[in-house]
């Protein structure tokens, strides 16, 4: 199965509200990394956690590793935060990053 | 933030002919990575690379590529002969240590074999 499992795998944003991101890890995740892929294809850094929680602007995130999760929470969504959210988690093979599947966050029109 | 330059942003070729995808990693960093991602899908490990070395290698990684960087110039993959499985967006990445240290991606080559 997954070992860095995603959800939810879409997601609409509508401007102003609050989003919640979560991924799974069935490895002994040591680290997590948060990117965003823009609609060009770039990625772009976001979080790089050890146990705990960082924030950046309306940014949020949490590492739990012994309750192996990571969450992403989006304060006051923006149209520019639309693209795909994906993690990834150190810990799995060898010093590799295991990414998760990715959420899609697409805006929604009013 | 650390930028990754990747040359080209595209490029397409027929079955059966060699492909250089190259990297121009973070100027500090000393360990440089390549994964594949397919049609938007999750991004998988290739193989990563240290001190003139493959040091982890993924299933992904099959005979038919290989890794360099030869003084210190272009972090290099090499396809050679491509497939036609072969295409998909390849992304290289640099970090200052193994473990602990955080990752930076370059923009990515999409690779289209025809």
């Known amino acids: 199965g997954d070992k860095v499992k995603q959800s939810p795998s879409a997601l609409s944003l509508q401007e102003g509200t609050n989003s919640a991101l979560r991924c799974n890890f069935s490895?002994?995740?040591?680290?997590v990394q948060w990117f965003l892929q823009n609609p060009r294809g770039s990625l772009i850094n976001l979080f790089y956690l050890v146990p705990g929680t960082k924030e950046n602007g309306r940014l949020k995130s949490a590492f739990d590793s012994k309750e192996s999760y990571s969450t992403l929470h989006i304060r006051d969504a923006q149209l520019e935060d639309s693209g795909t959210y994906f993690c990834?988690?150190?810990?799995?093979?060898?010093?590799?990053?295991?990414f998760g599947s990715g959420t899609k966050v697409i805006p929604c029109l009013p | 933030g650390p930028k990754v330059l990747q040359i080209p942003s595209h490029q397409i070729i027929d079955m059966g002919q060699m492909v250089t995808l190259n990297c121009d990693p973070v100027?500090?960093?000393?360990?440089f990575y390549w994964y594949k991602q397919i049609l938007g899908q999750q991004m998988e490990f290739l193989v990563n690379f240290y001190n003139g070395k493959v040091m982890e290698k993924s299933k992904l990684f099959k005979d038919q590529f290989s890794v360099e960087r030869p003084d210190g110039s272009y972090f290099t993959l090499k396809i050679q002969p491509t497939a036609l499985e072969d295409s998909a967006v390849y992304f290289c990445?640099?970090?200052?240590?193994?473990?602990?240290?955080?990752?930076?991606f370059g923009s990515g080559t999409r690779l289209t074999v025809l």
């Open positions: 490895i002994a995740a040591t680290t």
């Open positions: 100027s500090n960093h000393l360990y």
């Open positions: 990445a640099s970090s200052l240590g193994l473990g602990a240290e955080t990752l930076y």
């Open positions: 990834a988690a150190e810990g799995g093979f060898a010093s590799a990053l295991t």
